[in-house]
Nanobody, 121 residues
């Protein structure tokens, strides 16, 4: 059973920064691909950043150069550092995980956290 627990959302002014955290089990952390997704108000969910079990990262064009996805091996924690935030970054942010073989083959992420709200004004 994969459990993902996010934290770190909040309200911030444009230009500010936030760091999201996602804690999971050691097994999931080491073996699964993980990522951050977001759902803006009234819109569909979209990918923000992903990280493979080998550390390879990818980003949506809209966040490149502003957001950084990373992992802390000692804490089994996935992070999303968000800098230079814009009002259009306002969304519910979700941590997700999935077996890497499935993701590499074009599959979608199947395990999700409860979400954490980010509001930029």
């Amino acid at each position: 059973h994969v459990q993902l627990v996010e934290s770190g959302g909040g309200s911030v002014q444009a230009g500010g920064s936030l760091r999201l955290s996602c804690v999971t089990s050691r097994y999931t952390y080491m073996r699964y691909c993980m990522g951050w997704f977001r759902q803006p108000p009234g819109k569909e969910r979209e990918g923000v950043a992903t990280i493979d079990s080998d550390g390879t990262t990818s980003y949506a064009d809209s966040v490149k150069g502003r957001f950084t996805i990373s992992k802390d091996n000692a804490k089994n924690t996935l992070y999303l550092q968000m800098n230079s935030l814009k009002p259009e970054d306002t969304a519910m942010y979700y941590c997700a995980a999935e077996r890497c073989w499935l993701v590499r083959g074009g599959g979608t992420f199947g395990y999700w956290g409860q979400g954490t709200q980010v509001t930029v004004s």
